[in-house]
């Protein structure tokens, strides 16, 4: 299969290009140690207009192109991981009402996201819920006009920027994955509380904490049990795939460094790429980059033709992807060297940003246990 892009998937390319590297590239050291540039970041993406890549046209958008979301996360992964996730969670934070949601939801929420007015969380981990999402133990019990929420939730991304978190709870516990339903918690609302924990990798993550939190009827996300599929069969397959794309872009800046280390850093006479052991390794980078490119992008293809059963093809993608950017952000710091672990050099930061893509939205191991059960129920051909 030939993967062409557009003329119009190509300017926006051109566009996301320019942008990261004449508004975002020089936010990166505040990026990197600073909490408090995500509101800036969501504002510059909403007057660059991507947010509008994930709004369906009758509420400001152009429409949900799972192709144009993997290019504009590769291009701004390039640059910054943080910028990545300010857009990121104009969909991920977003698409349990786009998919589900009542029309007064739509129409409240989507069109202020167009304009970056606004962003969701994604609140769906819990300290004892993570990979088995149906383990969770938050619990929204009706009462009258209202839900009453208790429970907490972890590695809520955005949180603290977001205006409104959809939360996911089971209204029936005796269900299991059945009786989970989805909510959306407007920001500031009594008795849901946020308390942050040290920054990982650069990133400020922080939990939610709901004590008989009351949560009008009418913030109920189509029916009560609808939440796993909203969560599972709509979400996460639809944006694992874009996950595959930011590890990419990840992978791409960290061979982009090592090569030009390698033509400059000379040793015993002479640039130390002229020998054949870090040719092997640049060999090998840009190879499984490649690879990885492919498979992402038929899968983003896939997904937005309609193709039915796409979910084996979103986890390869996610899963190798995610495991390239593990690998070549390492051989990056090889080549390296001792300055490939000190922080004025892009590759320590892209090190340790490459290693989140394996864990959230599905970790690794669980993109594996996916490809398998499909390939037991649907074949090798399918």
């Known amino acids: 299969m030939i993967i062409e892009f557009s003329a119009e998937e190509e300017m926006l390319r051109q566009q996301v290009r320019r942008f990261a590297q004449e508004k975002i590239l020089p936010l990166t050291a505040k990026v990197e140690e600073t909490e408090n540039v995500g509101p800036q970041l969501v504002k510059m993406m909403g007057e660059q207009g991507l947010y509008t890549i994930f709004i369906p046209e009758q509420y400001g958008g152009v429409g949900l192109k799972v192709v144009s979301i993997c290019i504009v996360r590769e291009e701004l992964c390039k640059v910054s991981s943080q910028a990545d996730l300010a857009f990121t969670y104009g969909g991920l934070g977003t698409y349990g009402i786009t998919y589900a949601g009542n029309e007064q939801q739509k129409k409240k929420y989507l069109p202020r996201v167009v304009k970056g007015e606004m962003v969701g969380a994604f609140a769906l981990t819990e300290p004892s819920a993570g990979s088995d999402v149906a383990a969770m133990r938050t619990t929204a019990r009706r009462e009258g006009d209202y839900y009453v929420l208790n429970g907490e939730k972890i590695f809520i991304t955005f949180s603290d920027v977001a205006k409104f978190w959809l939360t996911f709870a089971k209204t029936d516990p005796t269900k299991g994955r059945k009786g989970i339903s989805l909510f959306i918690v407007d920001v500031p609302t009594p008795r849901a509380e946020m308390r942050r924990f040290p920054i990982i990798a650069g990133l400020p ?178």
């Open 205 to 382: 993550e922080i939990s939610l904490i709901f004590t008989d939190c009351k949560i009008p009827r009418e913030n109920l996300v189509g029916a009560e049990g609808d939440g796993w599929d909203i969560a599972l069969g709509a979400t996460l397959n639809t944006f694992r795939i874009t996950v595959g794309a930011a590890a990419l872009g990840m992978a791409e800046a960290a061979f982009a460094e090592a090569y030009r280390y390698a033509q400059k850093r000379e040793a015993f006479g002479q640039p130390i790429g002229y020998y054949q052991a870090i040719q092997l390794k640049l060999a090998d980078m840009a190879t499984e980059i490649e690879a990885a490119r492919w498979l992402v992008y038929r899968a983003a293809y896939l997904r937005d033709k309609g193709v039915p059963r796409n979910l084996k093809m979103a986890s390869m993608a996610k899963l190798f992807a995610t495991e390239v950017a593990g690998r070549v952000t390492d051989e990056a710091v090889q080549i390296h060297g001792g300055y490939g672990l000190c922080k004025e050099f892009k590759v320590e930061r892209l090190f340790r940003e490459a290693r989140m893509p394996r864990i959230y939205e599905g970790t690794s191991e669980i993109q594996r246990l996916t490809i398998a059960r499909e390939l037991m129920k649907r074949g090798i051909e399918d």
